[in-house]
């Protein structure tokens, strides 16, 4: 079963910025597109950034131009970068890991962590 543990979130000012990364327990990561998706109170869970496996980035317009989403096959590890963030983008942050051919099969979810962004 392969884990995700994220990590980097927090309290930052707005406009300020704050990178949240990824680890997976497992080398397929490789193999796997990565995702970052959020979560606002009172709000449904939406994409916020993908990369697939020979690296190519999507993002939601909402974070286009502020947001970057990388991967490190070597460490294994996703990251996002959040600039001129927005009290808008406060969320919970999670990670997601899915292979493209089989996504229902193999897909996991990172525990998410918080990234609050005060006015």
């Known amino acids: 079963q392969v884990q995700l543990v994220e990590s980097g979130g927090g309290l930052v000012q707005s406009g300020g910025s704050l990178s949240v990364s990824c680890a997976a327990s497992d080398s397929v990561f490789s193999y796997y597109v990565m995702a970052w998706y959020r979560q606002a109170p009172g709000k449904q869970r939406e994409l916020v950034a993908e990369i697939t496996v020979d690296g190519k980035t999507t993002y939601a317009d909402s974070v286009k131009g502020r947001f970057t989403i990388s991967r490190d096959n070597d460490d294994t590890t996703a990251y996002l970068q959040m600039n001129s963030l927005k009290p808008e983008d406060t969320a919970v942050y999670y990670c997601?890991?899915?292979?493209?051919?089989?996504?229902?099969?193999?897909?996991?979810w990172g525990q998410g962590t918080q990234v609050t962004v005060s006015s």
């Open positions: 997601n890991m899915y292979h493209e051919k089989f996504r229902r099969q193999l897909n996991y």
